[in-house]
């Protein structure tokens, strides 16, 4: 027996208001679940960020002096010997309080001329003004971008006598600021306009900023020879992957043996895959909600085309059995109700491709999130009405395997 729309569509016209509800609930879990899935996709892009370091062969220390009146550079300096006699301590540094991911930031207007750093001033902004950035500064210790592993592509390191803690003449810059400030001409030797002035002797491979923004500003970054000089202070070290635990452990007891009182807390004791995963907490959390969220709804929806498709068995079974005693087959009741379901999923996600649009332009006048790809759209139908074939497959079954005797009985 072949079946034809006509039948399909007469009983649809029947039941419009169930058919229709059961068409809004599949559109509206089409445009959720496709924006749902897009923001999912982005939240994990984020999450990858490289950071340009060996985030797994670093570690951070903080200690807090308790005491006034510390020689600041002479008790790093005692720490950092003491520190690299450890054993699995490749080098070690003093730092900044800001390094990349580690939240916070410490940026500062950079310009590639005095003429671009004057109208800058002139106009209170560095934003939008040709020759001006405001890269993130990472400050250090002798043996810095060693420690950091930082990537020199061009120029030279720090010497010794650069680093001041009062104040550096030289700066390495990354290669994305490079880029920005001087396009067309290589950026060794030229000076960088900031607050103070200062000239570039090197230019690294990219590393990120304490706090990601977008990509066009998350890699620009400067290093400057500039030793910390509060009682408090941050140690950088790095070691192989396999000994930064020990090695944070042994630094811990090192310093409590090596100056005058001062607080070395556990919480200030961690290594970069920590300090990685603290600063993406909100967005791997994110990501739990909005997946378990999306698969709720999808669960759901699939209930409900199934939940209806068995509903419309147990009220057609004299239809059925009709069918079926005239000559119908198996086969034939079974695409009956997979044509019905298409038809139904089939209107509901072209309207959800249309809500799945609407939905993304309102997101992204209100939360600033990027224009859904299109293909997001399809692919989203394809899911839906696959999730409604298999959802109607079960009941499917059932009056399939209905036989005609009992249908007819039933009457």
């Given at each position: 027996?072949?079946?034809?729309?006509?039948?399909?569509?007469?009983?649809?016209?029947?039941?419009?208001?169930?058919?229709?509800?059961?068409?809004?609930?599949?559109?509206?879990?089409?445009?959720?679940?496709?924006?749902?899935?897009?923001?999912?996709?982005?939240?994990?892009?984020?999450?990858?960020?490289?950071?340009?370091?060996?985030?797994?062969?670093?570690?951070?220390?903080?200690?807090?002096?308790?005491?006034?009146?510390?020689?600041?550079?002479?008790?790093?300096?005692?720490?950092?010997?003491?520190?690299?006699?450890?054993?699995?301590?490749?080098?070690?540094?003093?730092?900044?309080?800001?390094?990349?991911?580690?939240?916070?930031?410490?940026?500062?207007?950079?310009?590639?001329?005095?003429?671009?750093?004057?109208?800058?001033?002139?106009?209170?902004?560095?934003?939008?003004?040709?020759?001006?950035?405001?890269?993130?500064?990472?400050?250090?210790?002798?043996?810095?971008?060693?420690?950091?592993?930082?990537?020199?592509?061009?120029?030279?390191?720090?010497?010794?006598?650069?680093?001041?803690?009062?104040?550096?003449?030289?700066?390495?810059?990354?290669?994305?600021?490079?880029?920005?400030?001087?396009?067309?001409?290589?950026?060794?030797?030229?000076?960088?306009?900031?607050?103070?002035?200062?000239?570039?002797?090197?230019?690294?491979?990219?590393?990120?900023?304490?706090?990601?923004?977008?990509?066009?500003?998350?890699?620009?970054?400067?290093?400057?020879?500039?030793?910390?000089?509060?009682?408090?202070?941050?140690?950088?070290l790095r070691s192989a992957a396999q000994d930064r635990e020990?090695?944070?452990?042994?630094?811990?007891?090192?310093?409590?043996?090596?100056?005058?009182?001062?607080?070395?807390?556990?919480?200030?004791?961690?290594?970069?895959?920590?300090?990685?995963?603290?600063?993406?907490?909100?967005?791997?959390?994110?990501?739990?909600?909005?997946?378990?969220?999306?698969?709720?709804?999808?669960?759901?929806?699939?209930?409900?085309?199934?939940?209806?498709?068995?509903?419309?068995?147990?009220?057609?079974?004299?239809?059925?059995?009709?069918?079926?005693?005239?000559?119908?087959?198996?086969?034939?009741?079974?695409?009956?109700?997979?044509?019905?379901?298409?038809?139904i999923v089939g209107a509901g996600v072209v309207l959800g491709?249309?809500?799945?649009?609407?939905?993304?332009?309102?997101?992204?006048g209100h939360y600033e999130l990027q224009r859904l790809p299109?293909?997001?759209?399809?692919?989203?139908?394809?899911?839906?009405?696959?999730?409604?074939?298999?959802?109607?497959?079960?009941?499917?079954?059932?009056?399939?395997?209905?036989?005609?005797?009992?249908?007819?009985?039933?009457?």
């Amino acid at each position: 027996m072949n079946l034809h729309l006509r039948p399909i569509l007469s009983s649809l016209r029947h039941h419009r208001l169930t058919a229709g509800l059961l068409a809004l609930q599949v559109a509206l879990t089409c445009a959720i679940v496709a924006n749902a899935v897009f923001m999912i996709a982005g939240r994990i892009e984020h999450v990858r960020t490289q950071t340009g370091i060996p985030e797994d062969e670093l570690s951070m220390l903080h200690v807090q002096g308790l005491q006034a009146g510390t020689n600041v550079q002479a008790q790093q300096q005692t720490d950092l010997a003491a520190l690299r006699a450890i054993p699995g301590v490749v080098s070690a540094a003093a730092v900044g309080w800001v390094l990349p991911l580690s939240g916070g930031e410490s940026s500062s207007g950079s310009c590639a001329s005095q003429e671009a750093r004057d109208r800058a001033m002139a106009v209170h902004s560095m934003d939008n003004t040709a020759g001006c950035e405001q890269p993130t500064y990472y400050k250090g210790s002798r043996d810095f971008m060693k420690t950091l592993g930082a990537r020199l592509i061009a120029g030279r390191d720090f010497h010794d006598d650069e680093y001041k803690p009062d104040g550096a003449s030289t700066a390495i810059i990354t290669r994305s600021l490079a880029q920005r400030l001087w396009p067309d001409a290589s950026a060794i030797g030229k000076t960088l306009y900031a607050g103070d002035t200062r000239i570039v002797v090197g230019v690294i491979d990219d590393i990120a900023r304490p706090m990601l923004r977008n990509e066009a500003v998350d890699h620009l970054v400067a290093l400057v020879p500039e030793p910390p000089n509060q009682n408090s202070t941050s140690y950088l070290l790095r070691s192989a992957a396999q000994d930064r635990e020990r090695v944070l452990h042994a630094a811990a007891d090192a310093l409590a043996k090596t100056g005058p009182l001062r607080l070395i807390p556990q919480d200030g004791q961690e290594t970069y895959a920590q300090i990685r995963h603290k600063y993406f907490q909100r967005d791997t959390t994110m990501i739990g909600l909005l997946l378990a969220a999306t698969l709720g709804l999808l669960f759901v929806t699939a209930l409900g085309i199934g939940g209806l498709a068995n509903f419309w068995v147990q009220q057609r079974t004299r239809q059925i059995g009709i069918r079926r005693a005239i000559g119908a087959t198996r086969g034939d009741i079974l695409r009956y109700f997979q044509i019905e379901n298409s038809l139904i999923v089939g209107a509901g996600v072209v309207l959800g491709m249309l809500l799945a649009f609407a939905l993304n332009q309102w997101l992204m006048g209100h939360y600033e999130l990027q224009r859904l790809p299109w293909y997001y759209l399809p692919i989203g139908a394809c899911v839906l009405w696959l999730l409604g074939q298999l959802s109607v497959l079960w009941p499917a079954r059932r009056a399939a395997d209905v036989p005609p005797a009992i249908a007819t009985r039933s009457a």
